[in-house]
């Protein structure tokens, strides 16, 4: 069931309740919010881009990025509200079905051509009739990662390294995936809990020729903060692991996710290694800059 019926937003938008009707410790919160909130960069074709398309929306509002995921665009209406759409992509949308969702957030939509489907960051996000020609020889996982998977979500082949899918979730789906099987689909292949988590780890504790963890998923840093930070705190008292590494296009997708704060969480578990998805030199914005700048390891 897709097209019109697409899943809706995460969450609900929930109204947010008058400043001066807060407590005194909220309003002080609130402003801090705000005040980082303002002070993260919106390049200027963006800017024009929110005005035209949400204009009830703040500049507070943009730059939070849970505002980001909660508004993402996920169904044929709202894509039709804001892409002059083709034929052929309409008729996509309509018929897709199961994992793979469309999904897109405000911010990466606003660096797409809306008026033209062949623009590349657009080809790459909204699916066509292309997607669903099947060649002989592709299979629903091209990397052959459920035959090395030795725990629900944890991908052992290679002797000293894994791949550990944290999530089901991204924060943009792109069309191209290799693990399309397995993302924006919580109901599918993979349930991703604790539970599950707990497992995995009890492998990596069980098996000290593994050094090197690759955090994958979907995407994990659209985990909440204290989530991401309780699972690194937990790889990092295993003694063999040496290299944490993390796999993520949130920095180009989601550039607002990358609080200071958030930042600051991750710099307690230094030395990380991020390896950032970028598509295309579109990406490359005000926004990306600064998300990008404040992985590095110095003082946040
Ligand atoms: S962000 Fe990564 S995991 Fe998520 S849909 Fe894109 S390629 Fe797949």
Redesign the pocket.
């Known amino acids: 069931m897709r097209g019109r019926e697409l899943k809706p937003p995460l969450r609900p938008a929930q109204p947010r309740p008058a400043l001066a009707s807060l407590p005194e410790t909220n309003k002080v919160t609130k402003l801090a919010q705000a005040r980082t909130a303002l002070r993260f960069p919106v390049n200027p074709d963006t800017r024009a881009f929110y005005r035209r398309f949400y204009p009830d929306t703040s500049t507070v509002e943009w730059n939070d990025w849970r505002w980001q995921m909660r508004s993402r665009i996920r169904s044929l209406d709202e894509l039709a509200r804001i892409f002059a759409l083709s034929a052929d992509e309409r008729a996509a949308v309509e018929r897709h079905e199961g994992a793979?969702p469309v999904g897109i957030t405000p911010y990466y939509a606003s660096l797409m051509g809306l008026d033209d489907p062949n623009e590349p960051l657009r080809r790459t996000h909204v699916m066509t009739g292309a997607e669903y020609i099947r060649s002989p020889g592709e299979a629903d996982d091209p990397l052959d990662e459920d035959h090395d998977t030795v725990v629900p979500g944890l991908v052992h082949r290679y002797p000293d390294r894994v791949l550990f899918l944290t999530t089901g979730t991204?924060?943009?789906?792109?069309r191209?995936?290799?693990?399309?099987r397995v993302?924006?689909n919580p109901g599918g292949e993979y349930q991703f809990s604790t539970r599950q988590w707990e497992k995995a780890l009890a492998y990596l504790e069980a098996h000290s020729e593994v050094r090197d963890v690759l955090l994958?998923?979907?995407?994990p840093l659209t985990l909440g903060d204290d989530k991401l930070d309780w699972l690194l705190t937990r790889l990092r008292a295993i003694k063999h692991i040496e290299f944490l590494r993390i796999?993520?296009?949130?920095p180009v997708?989601l550039p607002q996710r990358i609080t200071k704060d958030f930042a600051k969480m991750l710099k307690k578990h230094h030395p990380l290694w991020m390896s950032i998805?970028v598509t295309h030199p579109a990406e490359l914005t005000d926004e990306v800059t600064e998300s990008t700048s404040r992985w590095a390891a110095r003082p946040c």
Do not use: F, N
């Open positions: 793979l991204c924060s943009t789906y792109c191209y995936c290799t693990r399309a993302v924006g994958s998923g979907g995407d796999g993520t296009k949130v997708v998805h």
